[in-house]
């Protein structure tokens, strides 16, 4: 199980890294005029999604396998479960986002972005906290 929970890290760092980057790029979209910097980051969204899809995928398929072979006890678990789901619908409407930014859509402020890109660090605390220290 040291290895499931080894691999599960590795992608649960990695996956996160990409939810920081991507919504700062959606900052630096929103801000931009010139349409050869603006193609520059649609592509630059796309590829990123794209790659930090998988790795999603894989924390989360690590997850159910540590949560199957230790079992689903305790509250703070379940707690984190919850998140894990906020987080995974955070990921998919970034890919909207990355939509609307590529058939030139987008409606929103670099302000609102900015404030969106915060999300995942409240998630990354409120899950190390419930797995580390276990309050419930």
């Known amino acids: 199980m ?3 929970k080894s691999f599960h ?3 649960v760092v990695s996956w996160f890294a990409g939810l920081f980057y991507l919504p700062r790029l959606f900052v630096n979209h929103a801000m931009v005029k010139d349409p050869a ?3 520059q980051l649609k592509l630059m969204e796309r590829k990123l999604f794209r790659f930090v899809t998988p790795i999603g995928v894989l924390a989360v398929v690590f997850g159910f396998w540590l949560w199957f072979g230790y079992g689903f006890v305790g509250g703070w678990l379940h707690a984190k479960v919850a998140l894990v789901a906020a987080l995974v619908a955070y990921h998919v409407w ?3 986002i990355v939509n609307d930014f590529r058939d030139d859509r987008n409606t929103r402020s670099h302000i609102f972005y900015r404030w969106f890109n915060e999300f995942p660090v409240l998630m990354l605390t409120a899950i190390v906290i419930l797995v580390v220290v276990k309050p419930f």
């Open 9 to 11: 890290i590795i992608f």
């Open 2 to 4: 040291l290895w499931v």
């Open 37 to 39: 910097t603006s193609a």
């Open 94 to 96: 970034c890919g909207k």
